[in-house]
């Protein structure tokens, strides 16, 4: 499920998604604005989300019946790199910049640079455009700096995101024996939760405890 695709089949996957009828998604983050389904299980993050707001938005479509979920984000270092490419793709530097400043026919041949267009047929200058684009950079980069220090992170990831939402929650209302994988042995005690929130009927109505390795192995073929 992806921008790219007519919307007609899109439309059609998520109301299969949305019936049941579909066990997993892969999807781009334009799937999971329009979800509300209760009772998803997993949110697999196979790329890094640009910034923590859009993780916790993303994960947040998991486990909205009130029953634990789990989110699992893979990562390796070139994931950085990839984010730091669309940052450099989406936000002109100076010499880029400057040149369409002197060169304004070129904004309009080239939808990619609508947001410079915008900027400089508003009357903005050089000056301060350049002092616009140059806070959106640092300020995507430093979001992205928190995504990974979240990702490296080894104390516990939930305390690590209402930390940096300047959040807390009350003692009472804590849940530790569910949390993160630094808080409990959930690596361990996988099972114990296929057990508990991942037991399926089969279509011929046999019961079935589907794992969430098998998920991922099915998903990404990993036992090659």
């Not at 993303?58 to 790199?81: F, H, K, T, V, W």
Request: proline share 4%.
């Amino acid at each position: 499920y992806h921008g790219g695709m007519d919307s007609q089949p899109r439309f059609h996957i998520q109301q299969q998604f949305l019936a049941g009828n579909l066990d997993i998604v892969c999807a781009t983050s334009a799937f999971g604005m329009g979800i509300d389904k209760d009772n998803i299980r997993f949110v697999i993050h196979y790329h890094l989300p640009a910034n923590i707001q859009s993780y916790v938005q993303e994960i947040g479509r998991c486990g909205r019946d009130q029953q634990p979920g789990l989110a699992i984000l893979m990562y390796e270092p070139n994931d950085r790199g990839l984010q730091m490419g669309l940052i450099d793709h989406t936000i002109p530097d100076e010499s880029l910049l400057r040149y369409l400043y002197q060169h304004p026919k070129a904004l309009a041949t080239d939808d990619q640079f609508r947001v410079v267009k915008y900027y400089h047929d508003s009357g903005d200058s050089f000056e301060q455009a350049k002092s616009i684009f140059d806070h959106a950079r640092t300020r995507r980069v430093k979001e992205l700096g928190a995504m990974v220090q979240y990702v490296y992170t080894e104390k516990c990831r939930r305390d690590e995101l209402l930390k940096y939402f300047d959040e807390t929650v009350p003692d009472g209302e804590r849940n530790p024996a569910f949390c993160c994988d630094h808080d409990v042995d959930f690596w361990n005690r996988w099972q114990d939760f296929n057990r508990q929130y991942l037991i399926q009927p089969e279509k011929s109505g046999q019961n079935e405890t589907k794992g969430w390795q098998q998920v991922i192995d099915q998903l990404f073929l990993s036992k090659n």
